[in-house]
Antibody
């Protein structure tokens, strides 16, 4: 069974930093692109970043470029999101998601499995 | 970035009703369109990928169609567990973008 479990959320002051983690199990983690998606309270879904299987390619939504860094450790089956210079508008539930179901040779995948999310609150 | 719109933004329906939700992209996205269901306090769940392919384990009352810029999600006979918010998402280009959602509630 595919499982994704996020951790690391919490309350942080504006300008602060936080590192989110996502522990993956039930599939060959190193074979999949992985994404972070966030949802502000009462709002819709916003894709944040993704990373290729070997970590050689990373992409970000414009609003977090230069502030957030996605990374992965395939030996630990783990995905990370380092968030710096946090702003009030970064307040959201952050989900990690697997890109699948792996029907394309490159890109274009949906998000076929999601974690339960971890809440990040940026407030003074 | 590709903009996604959905209509309606909300709808009220009864158990057994046929429900159709529309999603439109700001440019052609071929068939790189996915649909998700989200219930309050829960993570989104993939229903349909590649515009019309049913994700494993998803009931056959859900179906998707369309290509280019216009897509639809149809629930053939609404069940009590289907009351939720539905999102479309394009995976044609980066950044992948979501529609604003359609909330389906009980009439």
């Amino acid at each position: 069974e595919v499982q994704l479990v996020e951790s690391g959320g919490g309350l942080v002051q504006p300008g602060g930093s936080l590192r989110l983690s996502c522990a993956a199990s039930g599939f060959t983690f190193s074979s999949y692109w992985m994404s972070w998606v966030r949802q502000a309270p009462g709002k819709g879904l916003e894709w944040v970043a993704n990373i290729k299987q070997d970590g050689s390619e990373k992409y970000y939504v414009d609003s977090v470029k230069g502030r957030f860094t996605i990374s992965r450790d395939n030996a630990k089956n783990s995905l990370y999101l380092q968030m710096n210079s946090l702003r009030a508008e970064d307040t959201a539930v952050y989900y990690c998601a697997r890109e699948g179901p792996d029907i394309y040779s490159y890109g274009h995948e949906a998000l076929d499995y999601w974690g339960q999310g971890t809440l990040v609150t940026v407030s003074s | 970035d590709i903009q996604m719109t959905q209509s309606p933004s909300s709808l009220s329906a009864s158990v057994g009703d046929r429900v159709t939700i529309t999603c439109r992209a700001s440019q052609s996205i071929s068939s790189y369109l996915n649909w998700y269901q989200q219930k309050p306090g829960k993570a989104p769940k993939l229903l349909i990928y590649a515009a019309s392919s049913l994700q494993s384990g998803v009931p056959s009352r859900f179906s998707g169609s369309g290509s280019g810029t216009d897509f639809t999600l149809t629930i053939s006979s609404l069940q009590p567990e289907d009351f939720a918010t539905y999102y479309c998402q394009q995976s044609y280009s980066t950044p992948p973008t979501f529609g604003p959602g359609t909330k389906v509630d009980i009439k």
